[in-house]
Nanobody
């Protein structure tokens, strides 16, 4: 069974940093696109960052503060979040398109989410 598990969330003061991890496990042949989303209570879900191969893209409000990266050997994608602001408070979830075995088909998977709370 293929799974995505996020970790690294928590409570941090404004200006602080957190690093989120999204680890994939199971019968994975290849991980393609991986994205981090966030959703605060009563607000729409935002696409925060995306990585496809070596290409990355970010939500305008996090550019220069957040960095998405991947460790292919560990099947893990990270979201380094620096200079955090109270408005970054949300549940962060990762989403990955992965080719799984034995079907060799690509499917979309979601993690369970991790809470990030930034205090002012």
């Amino acid at each position: 069974q293929v799974q995505l598990v996020e970790s690294g969330g928590g409570l941090v003061q404004a200006g602080g940093s957190l690093r989120l991890s999204c680890a994939a496990s199971g019968s994975i042949f290849k991980i393609n696109r991986v994205a981090w989303y966030r959703q605060a209570p009563g607000k729409q879900r935002d696409l925060v960052a995306i990585i496809l191969g070596d290409s990355t893209n970010y939500l305008d409000s996090v550019k220069g503060r957040f960095t998405i990266s991947r460790d292919n050997a560990k099947n893990t994608v990270y979201l380094q979040m620096n200079s955090l602001k109270p408005e970054d408070t949300a549940v962060y979830r990762c989403n990955a398109n992965m080719v799984t075995m034995p079907s060799m088909n690509e499917y979309s998977y979601w993690g369970q989410g991790t809470q990030v709370t930034v205090s002012s």
